[in-house]
Nanobody, 126 residues
Framework: QVQLVESGGGSVQPGGSLNLSCQASGLSGSSYYMGWFRQAPGKEREGFATIDKRARISYLSSVAGRFTISKDNLKNTLHLQMNRLKPEDTAMYYC????????????????????WGQGTQVTVSS
């Protein structure tokens, strides 16, 4: 059974930083890609950072240069370092994993991901 558990959310002032983690268990071997999504109230879930099994990375333009996705394969943990946070980054943040194309996919589409965490709230406010 696949389980993804996010941690590290919280409240921060604009310009601040947060580091999110996602502990994964039950994923088969290394043939999967992982990503971070977020959903603000009244908005659709948005994928913004993905890393595939060969560590190829894709960012949405709104976070490129501010956010960094990384994966620790030994600990099966996905990380997201978020810097220079803005109020518009406020949302529930979700970790997800998918297994299409033998793990070689850098997609931001929710439909390409099979497994989801419960989410962790990030609030950016002064």
């Amino acid at each position: 059974q696949v389980q993804l558990v996010e941690s590290g959310g919280g409240s921060v002032q604009p310009g601040g930083s947060l580091n999110l983690s996602c502990q994964a268990s039950g994923l088969s071997g290394s043939s999967y890609y992982m990503g971070w999504f977020r959903q603000a109230p009244g908005k659709e879930r948005e994928g913004f950072a993905t890393i595939d099994k060969r560590a190829r990375i894709s960012y949405l333009s709104s976070v490129a240069g501010r956010f960094t996705i990384s994966k620790d394969n030994l600990k099966n943990t996905l990380h997201l370092q978020m810097n220079r946070l803005k109020p518009e980054d406020t949302a529930m943040y979700y970790c997800a994993a998918g297994e299409r194309n033998f793990g070689l996919l850098t997609s931001h589409r929710p439909g390409d991901f099979n497994y989801w965490g419960q989410g962790t709230q990030v609030t950016v406010s002064s």
